[in-house]
């Protein structure tokens, strides 16, 4: 691909699983893609659970030309961020929403056959239904859901 767009000086570069606490001290080993496109290259790095379904995700969007290691140090940065709060919460044997916002990724649920998705969050699968009963804590409040690209920061 450099080569037919005319970026003969693109290095793609491998980079090794790393390893990211969270901020219960949990570990979580993350793996890296570099995948070149069009205007530029996305560096992705996901935890591999559950055959993929589940774990976190993260992406940084960077100039084909630009110093991949560069963009890779601001991905690491980016998964630390990411990793340092906390949305649910274990309460009477349930995920409950640890405060009022709640970050994630909208996934597939197998289960499901593709009547409702699987909300990942903290790197855990939620199942719609579950996310549903957290939800009813707050019935009778206003919610506000904004949809992103997986490289913007939330």
């Not at 405060?99 to 649920?109: A, K, N, P």
């Not at 790197?123 to 719609?128: A, E, K, P, Q, Y």
Request: proline share 3%; aromatic share 12%; hydrophobic share 40%.
């Amino acid at each position: 691909m450099a080569e037919r767009t005319g970026l003969n000086k693109f290095e793609h570069l491998n980079f090794e699983p790393i390893e990211v606490a969270d901020c219960e001290g949990r570990t979580h080993v993350f793996h890296f893609r570099t995948h070149l496109f069009g205007p530029g290259v996305a560096l992705d790095a996901f935890e591999w659970s559950d055959g993929g379904r589940t774990g976190y995700r993260f992406q940084m969007i960077g100039e084909p030309e630009g110093d991949l290691m560069i963009l890779f140090a601001r991905l690491v940065e980016k998964i630390r961020r990411g990793l340092s709060v906390q949305h649910l919460k274990r309460a009477d044997q349930r995920w409950q929403v640890a405060d009022r916002v709640v970050r994630g990724r909208i996934g597939w649920d197998e289960d499901a056959e593709g009547r409702a998705p699987l909300v990942v969050i903290d790197g855990r699968g939620i199942t719609w239904e579950e996310f549903g009963r957290m939800l009813r804590t707050f019935e009778g409040w206003q919610f506000k859901l904004q949809i992103f690209d997986r490289s913007e920061e939330l």
